[in-house]
């Protein structure tokens, strides 16, 4: 089994900045990418950033200059450093990770149970 934990929501002033952290556990023999995405009520599940295991990074052009993702191979963790956070950013921020359980399976998508990010004028 394999579990995604997130931590660091919270609630913010704009302009603030918060970091997100996503710890993969379990049984995992390998993680092809990690990402962030976000839901605002009313609104689809939209991605934030990407980032692959050799780095490889991906931004939504909303947040593309004020976010930052980085990924701890050794530790299986993926942060998501957000600066200059706007009202707009306000919404439940959702762990994603494709992620190999034993070398002869498939790719699996898992994700977190969701962190909320707050963003006040």
């Known amino acids: 089994q394999v579990q995604l934990v997130e931590s660091g929501g919270g609630l913010v002033q704009a302009g603030g900045s918060l970091r997100l952290s996503c710890a993969a556990s379990?049984?995992?023999?390998?993680?092809?990418?990690m990402g962030w995405y976000r839901q605002a009520p009313g609104k689809q599940r939209e991605l934030v950033a990407s980032v692959t295991s050799s780095s490889s990074t991906n931004y939504a052009v909303a947040v593309k200059g004020r976010f930052t993702i980085s990924m701890d191979n050794a530790k299986n963790t993926v942060y998501l450093q957000m600066n200059s956070l706007k009202p707009e950013d306000t919404a439940v921020y959702y762990c994603?990770?494709?992620?190999?359980?034993?070398?002869?399976?498939?790719?699996?998508?898992?994700w977190g149970q969701g962190t909320q990010v707050t963003v006040s004028s």
């Open positions: 379990g049984t995992i023999f390998s993680i092809n990418a």
């Open positions: 994603n990770a494709g992620i190999r359980r034993r070398s002869f399976l498939r790719t699996d998508n898992y």
